[in-house]
């Protein structure tokens, strides 16, 4: 069976920095399981994904605006430190789950930290950077109605 809008695949990964160094990968840990045609990977990927089947490998580079976005500057702001007094592992790479206003959270990065700021970055750490994705297709398959209904692919054979 062919990748196309609906099936459910199932993909090796790696992805790597221009650089070649590994940012994350499916190796020695699950594969990745997504319900094609419905944003579940990286917006510049699926494209690529479409005719391919079961033992299809490639490598793709991806420009930031297909990959994770442009670096907008806006999200990197400064707090004061008293913020994270309950924090004792403080230090620049460290990621956190902030709250914003409207009570929704993301994933923020300390990018600085001084006597009396920590400067946090809601960016990706790879915003703004091209990337290059090693892809194995291991399988696919048609989606479930649940899935379809749900928007999303359940390894399983259950959401939970």
Request: aromatic residues 4%; proline residues 6%; charged residues 25%.
């Amino acid at each position: 069976m062919k990748i196309s809008k609906n099936t459910v695949v199932t993909l090796e990964y790696t992805l790597k920095d221009q650089n070649g160094e590994v940012w994350e990968t499916s190796q020695g840990d699950e594969p990745w399981v997504y319900l094609h045609g419905h944003g579940g990977i990286i917006p510049g990927l699926e494209p690529e994904l479409i005719g391919k089947q079961a033992g299809d490998k490639f490598s793709k580079t991806l420009e930031p605006e297909q990959a994770y976005g442009p670096y907008e500057p806006d999200l990197a702001n400064s707090v004061p430190r008293s913020a994270f007094v309950d924090i004792d592992n403080l230090a620049e790479g460290l990621r956190l789950s902030a709250q914003a206003e409207d009570g929704s959270t993301h994933t923020v990065t300390v990018t600085k930290v001084t006597e009396d700021t920590v400067t946090v970055d809601a960016n990706h750490p790879m915003a703004g950077q091209s990337v290059v994705v090693d892809v194995e297709v291991k399988d696919v398959r048609p989606a479930t109605p649940e899935e379809l209904s749900h928007g999303h692919a359940h390894a399983s054979g259950s959401c939970h």
